[in-house]
């Protein structure tokens, strides 16, 4: 376990690196491009990152979340939430891209990759996966702390699988109006919407799409044995995922001049995974809930557990 989490830190630290080099290309080079002339190899090294930088850093998230995933909860858990989550996610953004619905007319320009049917990159269901899994764990384990009492587990999975969700379309109404409108637009409107050039459907496609295919990865690892719990360490990797594409996304729509989706996206999608993540429980108390829970039966009636973490009822 300790090579995959070498090789998953890599990938995320050039899943993050690469977001930065895009950006230095889009709103820096792009504007000024007699900066190339002063960079070995800069016309090509430019050229590199306008065509495949946007393939590169999703396939570098992809991997990130998959090893982490992986680590921490297992093959079934993966493939638990990896197949709903591409396989629906394509499917609305093929349905999307044809009808309109559920998020509006819109169609994908170059810079991400092979297109599925002629109309959706092969990458959009990946970004589907990684982000819309790293906000369900951080939803997920801020309200289902291990431990506490689960008389109303079923709320709190069900407001796990919303806010998640919620988290998920944060980011992307931070994103959306500067990828469609940047100098290199990688998608656009046929008919421009009210919200900064994006329709307000589009909201609701993406809050849609994003908690039905997490509520079918949910019902999934429900009728598993091996709990989906995850320390606030182990939370770590899904935090940096999101504020990172948080923060690219940021930077985008701040170089647009597009200061209400950056000051809405932080109230209800960094602000709230941040919380999410603080709320989770730290491994030295995840290791004696667990200590507690699987002790013999003498030991567990003898020794209350901790009045701060109770008893595992899952």
């Known amino acids: 376990m300790r090579d995959l989490l070498t ?13 930065a080099f895009g950006l230095a290309g889009l709103l820096w080079v792009m504007p000024h491009p007699e900066f190339l002339a002063h960079v070995p190899a800069g016309q090509t090294m430019f050229q590199w990152s306008m065509a495949g930088g946007g393939v590169v850093y999703i396939l570098l998230g992809t991997l990130t979340v998959a090893l982490h995933a992986y680590r921490t909860l297992g093959w079934t858990a993966l493939l638990g939430f990896l197949i709903p989550a591409v396989g629906i996610s394509l499917s609305s953004e093929l349905l999307g891209t044809s009808t309109g619905f559920p998020f509006g007319h819109y169609s994908y320009l ?72 940047t100098a290199m637009p990688f ?68 170089a647009a001049g597009f200061w209400v989706p950056i000051l809405l996206g932080i109230l209800v999608g960094a602000l709230p995974a941040v919380w999410f993540w603080s709320r ?7 290791e004696s809930a667990t200590a507690v829970t699987v002790g013999s039966p003498v030991n567990a009636a003898v020794v209350p557990a901790p009045a701060s973490v109770g008893v595992v009822t899952k």
Not at 7 to 19: N, P, Q, T, Y
Not at 202 to 227: C, E, P
Not at 228 to 239: A, F, G, I, K
Not at 280 to 286: C, F
Request: glycine content about 10%; proline content about 4%; aromatic content about 14%.
């Open 280 to 286: 989770a429980l730290p491994e030295s108390a995840m």
């Open 110 to 181: 170059n810079g991400l990759g092979y297109k599925i049917s002629g109309l959706v990159p092969f990458t959009i269901p990946l970004s589907w996966f990684y982000l819309g899994l790293s906000s369900y764990l951080l939803a997920r384990n801020g309200l289902m702390r291990s431990g506490q009492a689960t008389n109303n587990a079923v709320l709190k999975i069900g407001a796990a699988i919303l806010l998640g969700a919620t988290l998920l379309t944060s980011w992307d109404f931070v994103l959306d109006p500067a990828m469609s409108q």
């Open 7 to 19: 090789i998953e830190r890599v990938c995320l630290f050039g899943h993050l690196a690469s977001m």
């Open 187 to 254: 998608w656009y409107w046929h008919q421009p919407g009210a919200f900064f050039g994006m329709p307000y459907q589009n909201f609701a496609g993406w809050l849609g799409t994003g908690a039905v295919f997490t509520a079918i990865a949910t019902l999934i690892w429900q009728s598993r044995s091996r709990s989906c719990d995850l320390s606030r360490e182990e939370l770590n990797t899904p935090l940096i995922v999101y504020l990172g594409n948080f923060v690219f996304a940021t930077v985008m729509s701040l």
